[in-house]
């Protein structure tokens, strides 16, 4: 049985609250429902935290890159920052050069969620009112965090009483060496097939390219390894990755491993991809713990989601929640040692 503690409850309504297992040692905080951190163990016993966070976990204001939180109402860019639903234009922040990024200037990552314990985790849960970052709609939202043994995961749960855009991620980014170092010496694999190429504005441009014979392809798994930022133009166009990976199965699909101490995290999700961004641009940005500034490229984000902007390049927009539909949505993390 997972123990949770409530660690810490300000009278602004900040809270922060632990999840352990004896296995893994999970922090949360209720703005954001954000994973301030992971506790787990190398191969040699020694606990380590593997994700980033800002150092000042009460002001998500002033952290641009969103770390550890939930992203929405719609995670990743829309193209133009507006878009057509029922005949009728919705207008959005432009908060991402020319686009909105992760739901606009307030996003969910700087809401303060309702909290409650439950057996093996806690549930968040946040009313978006109408038409706030210009998303029609009044949408009630709930993320449930559940640890058990080493799993992690989490269950998004949404409904709207009008249609709306509605499409959430967690955007942890992962440091399995536990160190302010670049994810390059990390090995990932992905199975996918394809991914979706970004143009310079880090928009997607709808086409969906196959990933063999190139940077993208990690079916078999490799070292992400040194960015050729000269030689593809893809990667040019981001500074790194900054692209979603259509996944060709419909779970297991992401292993991200540390060989020198052995940690690895497996990711299983019944979203359609995943976006990986390799924190081209942390660097000179918000404080991180400890006090250290971290680094480009010292976190790779594993952001579980639908086609982003999707509004704009599916025919079907997976985006769009209808009034009275539920929109659900589950991410497994495991953690485990290398043999």
Same mark, same amino acid.
């Given at each position: 049985?997972?123990?949770v503690k409530v660690l810490e409850q300000k009278e602004n309504g900040f809270a922060k609250i632990q999840l352990d297992s004896g296995e893994v040692r999970v922090i949360l905080t209720n703005i954001g429902c954000q994973i301030a951190s992971v506790f787990t163990k190398d191969r040699e016993g020694q606990w380590g935290d593997i994700v980033l966070a800002p150092q000042d976990l009460e002001h998500p204001e002033l952290d641009s890159a969103f770390m550890g939180a939930v992203v929405g109402r719609v995670?990743?860019?829309?193209?133009?920052?507006?878009?057509?639903?029922?005949?009728?234009?919705?207008?959005?922040?432009?908060?991402?050069?020319?686009?909105?990024?992760?739901?606009?200037?307030?996003?969910?990552?700087?809401?303060?969620?309702?909290?409650?314990?439950?057996?093996?985790?806690?549930? $968040?849960?946040?009313?978006?009112?109408?038409?706030?970052?210009?998303?029609?709609?009044?949408?009630? $939202?709930?993320?449930?965090?559940?640890?058990?043994?080493?799993?992690?995961?989490?269950?998004?749960?949404?409904?709207?009483?009008?249609?709306?855009?509605?499409?959430?991620?967690?955007?942890?980014?992962?440091?399995?060496?536990?160190?302010?170092?670049?994810?390059?010496?990390?090995?990932?694999?992905?199975?996918?097939?394809?991914?979706?190429?970004?143009?310079?504005?880090?928009?997607?441009?709808?086409?969906?390219?196959?990933?063999?014979?190139?940077?993208?392809?990690?079916?078999?798994?490799?070292?992400?390894?040194?960015?050729?930022?000269?030689?593809?133009?893809?990667?040019?166009?981001?500074?790194?990755?900054?692209?979603? $990976?259509?996944?060709?199965?419909?779970?297991?699909?992401?292993?991200?491993?540390?060989?020198?101490?052995?940690?690895?995290?497996?990711?299983?999700?019944?979203?359609?991809?995943?976006?990986?961004?390799?924190?081209?641009?942390?660097?000179?940005?918000?404080?991180?713990?400890?006090?250290?500034?971290?680094?480009?490229?010292?976190?790779?984000?594993?952001?579980?989601?639908?086609?982003?902007?999707?509004?704009?390049?599916?025919?079907?927009?997976?985006?769009?929640?209808?009034?009275?539909?539920? $929109?659900?949505?589950?991410?497994?993390?495991?953690?485990?040692?290398?043999?």
């Amino acid at each position: 049985m997972t123990d949770v503690k409530v660690l810490e409850q300000k009278e602004n309504g900040f809270a922060k609250i632990q999840l352990d297992s004896g296995e893994v040692r999970v922090i949360l905080t209720n703005i954001g429902c954000q994973i301030a951190s992971v506790f787990t163990k190398d191969r040699e016993g020694q606990w380590g935290d593997i994700v980033l966070a800002p150092q000042d976990l009460e002001h998500p204001e002033l952290d641009s890159a969103f770390m550890g939180a939930v992203v929405g109402r719609v995670a990743n860019r829309i193209g133009g920052a507006s878009f057509e639903l029922n005949g009728k234009t919705y207008q959005l922040a432009k908060n991402n050069g020319k686009h909105c990024l992760h739901g606009g200037v307030e996003g969910f990552n700087q809401k303060k969620f309702d909290y409650e314990p439950v057996e093996d985790g806690v549930r $968040f849960s946040y009313v978006s009112p109408d038409m706030e970052e210009g998303f029609p709609g009044c949408v009630k $939202f709930t993320v449930t965090v559940l640890l058990k043994g080493n799993e992690m995961s989490l269950i998004y749960g949404a409904e709207s009483d009008q249609d709306t855009l509605f499409a959430v991620t967690n955007h942890a980014y992962f440091n399995l060496s536990c160190e302010n170092t670049p994810i390059f010496d990390h090995w990932l694999q992905i199975e996918s097939d394809s991914y979706m190429p970004v143009d310079d504005t880090s928009i997607v441009t709808g086409e969906v390219a196959a990933s063999a014979g190139t940077p993208f392809d990690f079916k078999e798994g490799r070292v992400i390894g040194a960015l050729d930022l000269q030689g593809n133009q893809q990667l040019k166009n981001v500074k790194g990755f900054d692209h979603p $990976f259509v996944f060709s199965k419909s779970e297991d699909q992401i292993t991200l491993a540390y060989e020198p101490n052995g940690r690895v995290v497996k990711i299983s999700t019944d979203c359609p991809m995943v976006h990986v961004y390799t924190g081209n641009f942390l660097g000179g940005g918000v404080t991180g713990k400890l006090g250290v500034s971290y680094d480009d490229w010292c976190g790779i984000a594993l952001e579980t989601e639908t086609c982003p902007d999707s509004i704009h390049v599916e025919k079907e927009p997976s985006a769009i929640l209808r009034k009275g539909e539920k $929109f659900s949505s589950v991410t497994k993390y495991t953690f485990e040692v290398m043999k």
